[in-house]
C-alpha cells in the first residue's frame, strides 16, 4: 500500500522564478492539503484540494496556487519566488467524511531552497 | 481563531525516564479535533493519535499516553520509560469541525531529545 509521495526531494531557484511541486496521496485518498514548514517552525496550512477544487485555503498570497487531478493526484505552484518561500513543503492526503476530520498522512516532503 | 501552543520547545531526558509535552489549545468551536504528530530527524510527519472534543476519556497505547482536558483546554502527551528511538520534534494540532475543509493548525512543536 503506496503512502503518499512527493516530487522532486530536493528543490534550488532563484528569486523571481516560478515552482511546481508534485504529490500522489495515499491509495484510497481524495483529498490533499499543502503545507509550508520553515525551520524551527510548526507546519502552516497553505490550502486543501477536493474534487479537483480549492476546497480551504490559508493565509497564503495568490502566488501560491494549486490543482487537483482526476487520479486525486495535486500540484502546488508558487510564483514570483521569495527568499522566505524557502522551507520544506509538505503533501498530506486524507479520505472526506462529511462530519469528520480524518487524519491526514504526511509525505516526506520537497525541501525549496531559494537563493 | 483557533491557536496552539506548545510552550516548551525543547525537553531532553535520560532512557528510561518519563516525560511529559505540553500542549494547549484556542478554539470557538464547539466541535473539534486534536491530534498529536511525531518528526523524526527524515522529515515526514507521522500520526499518533486522534480525539475529538466529545470524548475527554484518557487514551493509552504502548509507552504513550494522552491526556485530554477541556477545562483547561489541554490536551498533553506522556512518554513512559522514554527510549533513543523517542528523539524527534513532536506537534500538536488542531482542526474544526465547523470550516469548510480539514485544515491542521499545529503548534511550533516541542524537540525532544533522549540519551543513552
Known amino acids: 500500500d503506496a503512502g503518499v509521495t512527493q516530487s522532486p526531494t530536493h528543490l534550488i531557484k532563484t528569486r523571481g522564478q516560478q515552482v511546481t511541486l508534485r504529490c500522489s496521496p495515499k491509495?484510497?485518498?481524495?483529498?490533499v492539503s499543502w503545507y509550508q514548514q520553515a525551520l524551527g517552525q510548526g507546519p502552516q496550512f497553505i490550502f486543501q484540494?477536493?474534487?479537483?477544487?480549492?476546497?480551504q485555503r490559508g493565509n497564503f498570497p495568490d502566488r501560491f496556487s494549486g490543482h487537483q487531478f482526476p487520479n486525486y493526484s495535486s500540484e502546488l505552484n508558487v510564483n514570483a519566488l521569495l527568499l522566505g518561500d524557502s522551507a520544506l513543503y509538505l503533501c498530506?492526503?486524507?479520505?472526506?467524511?462529511?462530519?469528520?476530520?480524518?487524519?491526514?498522512?504526511f509525505g516526506p516532503g520537497t525541501r525549496l531552497t531559494v537563493t | 481563531a483557533q491557536k496552539v501552543t506548545q510552550a516548551q520547545t525543547e525537553i531532553s531526558v535520560v532512557e528510561k525516564e518519563d516525560v511529559t509535552l505540553d500542549c494547549v489549545y484556542e478554539?470557538?468551536?464547539?466541535?473539534?479535533?486534536l491530534f498529536w504528530y511525531k518528526q523524526p530527524p527524515s522529515g515526514e510527519l507521522v500520526f499518533l493519535i486522534r480525539?475529538?472534543?466529545?470524548?475527554?476519556q484518557n487514551e493509552i497505547s504502548g509507552r504513550y499516553s494522552w491526556n485530554f482536558q477541556k477545562s483547561t483546554s489541554s490536551f498533553n502527551f506522556t512518554i513512559t520509560a522514554s527510549q533513543v528511538v523517542d528523539s524527534a520534534v513532536y506537534f500538536c494540532?488542531?482542526?474544526?469541525?465547523?470550516?469548510?475543509?480539514?485544515?491542521?493548525?499545529f503548534g511550533k512543536g516541542t524537540t525532544l531529545s533522549v540519551s543513552s
Open positions: 498530506a492526503s486524507s479520505l472526506a467524511y462529511r462530519d469528520n476530520s480524518y487524519e491526514q498522512y
Open positions: 491509495s484510497g485518498h481524495d483529498t
Open positions: 484540494y477536493y474534487e479537483e477544487e480549492e476546497r
Open positions: 478554539t470557538r468551536d464547539t466541535t473539534y479535533y
Open positions: 480525539r475529538n472534543s466529545f470524548d475527554e
Open positions: 494540532a488542531l482542526s474544526e469541525a465547523g470550516q469548510a475543509g480539514t485544515a491542521l493548525i
